[in-house]
Nanobody, 126 residues
């Protein structure tokens, strides 16, 4: 599975960005997908995840500001990020778990093959 992330950039606090993750080969059979981020000096963390049935999970730090979605026709996953804060500055990575089962709270630790895209840098600064 090949993933191509895009949409990062420089934005002022309070601004918005939409990240995209294009998946070669299609996403309709992928059970769950997610976005991670890694800030300088920090560990990579799960930001949001979505199942093929459109169940969603959000980290507490982004709930209410970020929206994850997937478009099977476009073979693309999105992360709409609103009201961005300086602490949202990070490299954002898209990720898929084709064989995921169960509750998205277990997405991060689910023991199954997974695939990463390259990162896209989001910088929130005035």
């Amino acid at each position: 599975v090949q993933l191509q992330a895009s949409g990062g950039g420089l934005v002022q606090p309070g601004g918005s960005l939409r990240l995209s993750c294009a998946v070669a080969g299609g996403i309709s059979s992928i059970n769950a997908m997610g976005w991670y981020r890694q800030a300088p000096g920090a560990e990579r963390e799960l930001v949001a995840a979505i199942t093929k049935y459109d169940s969603t999970y959000y980290a507490n730090s982004v709930r209410g500001r970020f929206t994850i979605s997937r478009d099977n026709a476009e073979n693309t996953m999105y992360l709409q990020m609103n009201n961005l804060l300086p602490e949202d500055t990070a490299i954002y990575y898209c990720h898929v778990r084709p064989q995921f089962r169960g509750h998205l709270g277990a997405y991060n630790d689910y023991p199954s093959p997974s695939f990463w895209g390259q990162g896209t840098l989001v910088t929130v600064s005035s």
